[in-house]
């Protein structure tokens, strides 16, 4: 299955500020997942990042809000903008374990904004 | 609208105790379903999965759980927890022909020496 590498592990920034997390596969994939994690809840994807097009985002998510990239079948990232202390989280990467079903998950990055 | 319930939100044990965490989804269709754990500071670890078959699906570290159809239910189990089994764990649905990932809010197992 495929080993997703993330970071940074965690950061504190000022609200106002961007900060811009990656996500790098030791294989290629097609689809890559982000997630968000708010303190104390579930995981709500984000949105869907594939390579060559633009990510497909969830109800109440938006692109100026968080921009994805998706250079290519290994990598991703994922930006928050503007942050506010509303999106202190933990943002997560996924992808697809393959033919095996389910989906594996980078090791997230815990997001404090103050 | 589809989702996932996990009813316990807070679980605590003794060693040795048996564990049923409870899983109920809503989604009109054929589903593939999860569940993951957490472990303190780690990342989400996939335990075990059902996919079609046998609906009693067998995971990793003595951890089972029923697919029951009629009762749109994945419950997970274990006979006899360890401490090392404190941890979260999240069950999840997904469509059998859709990508996307519904996780429930997840159970906080916490497992006394």
């Known amino acids: 299955s495929a080993v997703i590498s993330q970071k940074p592990s965690r950061d504190i920034c000022q609200r106002g500020t961007s900060l811009t997390i990656q996500c790098q596969v030791d294989s290629q994939v097609t689809m890559m997942f982000w997630y968000r994690q708010q303190p104390g809840q579930s995981l709500t994807l984000i949105a869907t990042?594939?390579?060559?097009?633009?990510?497909?985002?969830e109800s109440g998510f938006v692109i100026d809000k968080f921009p994805i990239s998706r250079p290519n079948l290994t990598f991703s990232t994922l930006t928050v903008s503007n942050m506010s202390p509303e999106d202190s989280s933990i943002y997560l990467c996924s992808v697809p374990l393959g033919q095996g079903g389910g989906y594996t998950f980078g090791s997230g990055t815990r997001l404090t904004v103050v | 609208a589809q989702s996932v319930s996990q009813h316990n939100h807070h679980v605590i044990l003794s060693e040795a105790a048996s564990l049923e965490l409870g899983c109920n989804y809503s989604?009109?269709?054929?589903?593939?379903l999860f569940w993951y754990v957490q472990y303190p500071g780690q990342h989400l670890q996939l335990l075990l999965k059902y996919f079609s078959g046998d609906p009693l699906v067998k995971g990793i570290k003595g951890f089972e759980a029923e697919f029951i159809k009629s009762k749109f239910s994945f419950n997970l189990r274990k006979p006899s927890v360890q401490w090392s089994d404190t941890a979260e764990y999240f069950c999840?649905?997904?469509?059998?022909?859709?990508?996307?990932?519904?996780f429930g809010s997840g159970t906080r197992l916490l497992v006394r020496p």
């Open positions: 999840a649905v997904k469509g059998d022909s859709s990508y996307k990932l519904i």
């Open positions: 990042a594939n390579q060559g097009s633009e990510a497909t985002y």
């Open positions: 989604y009109g269709g054929t589903v593939n």
